[in-house]
């Protein structure tokens, strides 16, 4: 019997060798395993953080981009309500015979025939040959040129607009 107690002896020593060697892994791998998680959580923490400062520096681009595309309409709508205001002050002086429009004449073209010249306040203009426009005709030419001013406002709104739109070579 003796030897059937060392035999018994021996195997609970076996396992309980074993079950040590068991909890000492465990505690090997689950320490490992938590080193493992807290990385991954420091990694996800770091990408989290630096998405937030890349989606902060788009928005504040954005943010700047829109004031300035602001700016920039601000600044088209009042050279256009300028040019609106300035032709319609011409368009009433002209109504009004306050202004009138001439033009030049060259003296060869005009084939012989006495064109009058227009005459200042108080004398006769000494120079080229100037015949005044009907206002009627005045009106249209300022009508035509109030367009084309128009047209080149908007024109220099749209050439702003896509200038702020393209990145600086700068950033």
């Given at each position: 019997?003796?030897?059937?107690?060392?035999?018994?002896?021996?195997?609970?020593?076996?396992?309980?060798?074993?079950?040590?060697?068991?909890?000492?892994?465990?505690?090997?791998?689950?320490?490992?395993?938590?080193?493992?998680?807290?990385?991954?959580?420091?990694?996800?923490?770091?990408?989290?953080?630096?998405?937030?400062?890349?989606?902060?520096?788009?928005?504040?681009?954005?943010?700047?981009?829109?004031?300035?595309?602001?700016?920039?309409?601000?600044?088209?709508?009042?050279?256009?309500?300028?040019?609106?205001?300035?032709?319609?002050?011409?368009?009433?002086?002209?109504?009004?015979?306050?202004?009138?429009?001439?033009?030049?004449?060259?003296?060869?073209?005009?084939?012989?025939?006495?064109?009058?010249?227009?005459?200042?306040?108080?004398?006769?203009?000494?120079?080229?040959?100037?015949?005044?426009?009907?206002?009627?005709h005045a009106q249209r030419i300022v009508a035509i040129t109030d367009?084309?001013?128009?047209?080149?406002?908007?024109?220099?709104?749209?050439?702003?607009?896509v200038r702020a739109l393209q990145p600086s070579r700068y950033e």
């Amino acid at each position: 019997m003796p030897m059937l107690w060392r035999a018994a002896g021996v195997l609970v020593l076996v396992l309980i060798g074993a079950a040590s060697a068991w909890q000492f892994q465990n505690w090997r791998y689950g320490k490992q395993l938590a080193d493992q998680a807290r990385l991954q959580t420091e990694t996800l923490n770091q990408l989290t953080m630096a998405a937030a400062a890349a989606q902060q520096a788009e928005q504040d681009r954005r943010l700047v981009l829109e004031q300035r595309l602001s700016a920039s309409e601000q600044s088209h709508y009042k050279e256009l309500s300028d040019a609106q205001k300035n032709q319609d002050r011409m368009r009433d002086r002209l109504a009004t015979s306050d202004l009138r429009l001439s033009v030049l004449l060259d003296a060869s073209s005009t084939g012989g025939c006495s064109v009058p010249a227009a005459s200042g306040t108080g004398g006769v203009v000494h120079g080229p040959i100037q015949a005044e426009l009907d206002p009627a005709h005045a009106q249209r030419i300022v009508a035509i040129t109030d367009e084309g001013d128009k047209g080149l406002i908007a024109l220099q709104a749209c050439q702003a607009y896509v200038r702020a739109l393209q990145p600086s070579r700068y950033e």
